[in-house]
């Protein structure tokens, strides 16, 4: 059963528009993540929060912007979505190290298409 | 440079079958291997993970191998059912690394035919 939650799961919005995309975890893990993944293509880290008020950009250059005033919610905002925007958006959290006892968690993602 | 290599890139078998996925990665320092299986749509959900002292491990009807001095893994599924159709993405993580970094492989499509 999935303890990160992620809405909406489908957006189809027009071009200019703001968005926010929503992710949520009730783990009370520190760290969360946004990942951006095209079809076929591996994931790709965009965005990442070490804890409240922490966050830090990923390997991928994106547009988006987060932030993280409490631990649960981590939400990922586009000001002027564009249509190279348009992909698969997924959010995960951990305890922690990458190590075997620490959970690694993907909500179930949002497909985004900017039109 | 930290990679993720994945065979096939697509695979199609019968119900019933078995087949094996294969990862190649070259990570260092290693400190896990994961397999994880992806609905299309959906998030990817973990299936096994490995450290550098396991050779194998089990999850039902998915067994994954690894061989960490020739850095490969494998993910086999026996007797396969419709409900396996997915992306089987392989991810490695690094030691010592507080961030948490993950390595991901593109990810072998399966498909299982009636």
């Known amino acids: 059963e999935a303890d990160i939650y992620q809405t909406p799961r489908y957006l189809v919005i027009g071009t200019g528009k703001k968005i926010t995309l929503e992710c949520s975890q009730t783990m009370g893990h520190d760290k969360m993540y946004w990942y951006q993944q095209d079809p076929g293509m591996e994931l790709h880290l965009i965005h990442y929060s070490y804890g409240v008020n922490s966050t830090e950009k990923g390997d991928l250059s994106s547009e988006s912007t987060v932030s993280r005033i409490r631990t649960e919610h981590f939400p990922l905002t586009l000001e002027s979505a564009r249509p190279s925007h348009t992909s698969q958006y997924l959010c995960?959290?951990?305890?922690?190290?990458?190590?075997?006892?620490?959970?690694?968690?993907f909500g179930s993602g949002t497909r985004l298409t900017v039109v | 440079k930290n990679q993720v290599e994945q065979s096939p890139q697509s695979l199609i078998i019968l119900e019933g079958k078995n087949c094996t996925l294969q990862?190649?990665?070259?990570?260092?320092?290693?400190?896990?291997l994961r397999w994880y299986k992806q609905d299309t749509g959906r998030g990817p959900v973990s299936l096994t993970i490995?450290?550098?002292?396991?050779n194998t491990k089990s999850n039902g009807r998915y067994t994954a191998t690894l061989d960490a001095d020739t850095k490969q893994s494998s993910l086999h599924i026996t007797a396969s059912q419709l409900s396996d159709s997915a992306s089987y993405i392989c991810?490695?993580?690094?030691?010592?690394?507080?961030?948490?970094?993950?390595?991901f492989g593109r990810g072998t499509q399966l498909t299982v035919w009636p």
């Open positions: 490995m450290t550098f002292s396991e």
């Open positions: 991810v490695v993580s690094d030691r010592g690394s507080t961030l948490g970094r993950l390595y």
């Open positions: 995960a959290s951990s305890e922690g190290r990458t190590g075997p006892g620490y959970g690694y968690t």
């Open positions: 990862c190649n990665y070259t990570v260092s320092p290693f400190s896990n």
